[in-house]
């Protein structure tokens, strides 16, 4: 590809806490707290858009890619629910550390150390594209959203869950979760890099797709729990189809 979208700062970056992945205490808390809330909002997602019945194996038959699968926080709750799960990243660790866990967990997921660029030079086609707490962290957002629909079966849908561009998001994500409370290692987060919801909105309706849902992903600090609400000015997630 002409543009490159891989940052290797943010790949060097993520790959010294390969170690501590499945640490739930550790550097990556946050996203194992966020897990179960982002999966009931893919459940939802992707039973109203296939019309798929309730069963304990829902996604049994959907073809799931993972970008930026990291360890497989994001893919082995998916690969439950029965789905052929594929989760690529560019760190090797933290594709060794994918591995390993699934392999303990006796789940089938096939995980790749690959890129974006090169899935699609393969021509490689997927009911559900998936790339969670990612868009904030490459480079050329519009070429890799691009590179993205190139990925996605006709009547396929992508789900995106990141970190909006506002005053409340530096204050929460920067000023507060990694410089003071050190619940994420510092300079994991660069805020020219967050993104609006309108941003996501213009760059895929410049390939005919539109956002279908929207959500805003919030943390209860008493409880510790993250909730899907109508607030998007910290982290949100949304779901976007072809029309």
Same mark, same amino acid.
């Given at each position: 590809?002409?543009?490159?979208?891989l940052?290797?700062?943010?790949?060097?970056q993520f790959?010294?806490?390969?170690?501590?992945?499945?640490?739930?205490?550790?550097?990556?808390?946050?996203?194992?707290?966020?897990?179960?809330?982002? $999966?009931k909002?893919?459940?939802?997602?992707?039973?109203e858009? &296939?019309?798929?019945?309730?069963?304990?194996?829902?996604?049994?038959?959907?073809?799931?890619?993972?970008l930026?699968?990291?360890?497989?926080?994001?893919s082995?709750?998916?690969?439950?629910?029965?789905?052929?799960? $594929?989760?690529?990243?560019?760190?090797?660790?933290?594709?060794?550390?994918?591995?390993f866990?699934?392999k303990n967990?006796?789940?089938?997921?096939?995980? =790749?150390c /690959?890129?974006? =660029?090169?899935?699609?030079?393969?021509k490689?086609?997927?009911?559900?594209v998936?790339?969670?707490?990612?868009?904030?962290?490459?480079?050329?957002?519009?070429e890799f959203?691009?590179?993205?629909?190139?990925?996605? $079966?006709?009547?396929?849908?992508?789900?995106?869950? /990141?970190?909006n +561009? /506002? &005053?409340?998001s +530096?204050? &929460?994500?920067?000023?507060?979760?990694?410089?003071i409370?050190?619940?994420?290692?510092?300079? /994991?987060?660069?805020?020219? +890099?967050f993104?609006?919801?309108?941003?996501?909105k213009?760059?895929? =309706?410049?390939?005919? &797709?539109?956002?279908?849902?929207? +959500?805003? %992903?919030?943390?209860?600090?008493?409880?510790?729990?993250?909730?899907?609400?109508?607030?998007?000015? %910290?982290?949100y997630?949304?779901?976007l $189809?072809?029309?």
């Amino acid at each position: 590809m002409s543009l490159n979208t891989l940052d290797k700062d943010e790949i060097i970056q993520f790959s010294r806490l390969a170690n501590d992945w499945w640490d739930e205490e550790g550097s990556m808390s946050f996203l194992h707290s966020m897990s179960e809330i982002r $999966t009931k909002f893919i459940k939802i997602e992707l039973i109203e858009h &296939f019309n798929i019945k309730e069963n304990n194996k829902l996604f049994k038959g959907l073809n799931i890619l993972d970008l930026g699968c990291g360890g497989g926080i994001a893919s082995e709750p998916l690969s439950r629910l029965g789905a052929n799960l $594929t989760g690529v990243d560019e760190s090797e660790e933290l594709i060794k550390v994918a591995k390993f866990h699934a392999k303990n967990m006796k789940l089938n997921i096939n995980y =790749q150390c /690959t890129s974006i =660029q090169n899935l699609v030079a393969l021509k490689n086609k997927y009911d559900v594209v998936v790339a969670l707490e990612l868009l904030e962290h490459v480079n050329n957002l519009k070429e890799f959203c691009k590179l993205i629909t190139n990925l996605l $079966t006709e009547d396929g849908i992508i789900i995106l869950s /990141t970190i909006n +561009k /506002t &005053f409340l998001s +530096k204050l &929460f994500v920067i000023d507060m979760a990694e410089k003071i409370l050190k619940k994420i290692p510092m300079g /994991t987060h660069h805020y020219e +890099k967050f993104i609006k919801p309108s941003e996501i909105k213009d760059i895929f =309706q410049n390939h005919n &797709f539109d956002i279908r849902s929207i +959500k805003g %992903i919030n943390l209860n600090p008493i409880s510790n729990n993250w909730k899907l609400t109508d607030n998007k000015s %910290i982290n949100y997630i949304v779901s976007l $189809t072809k029309r």
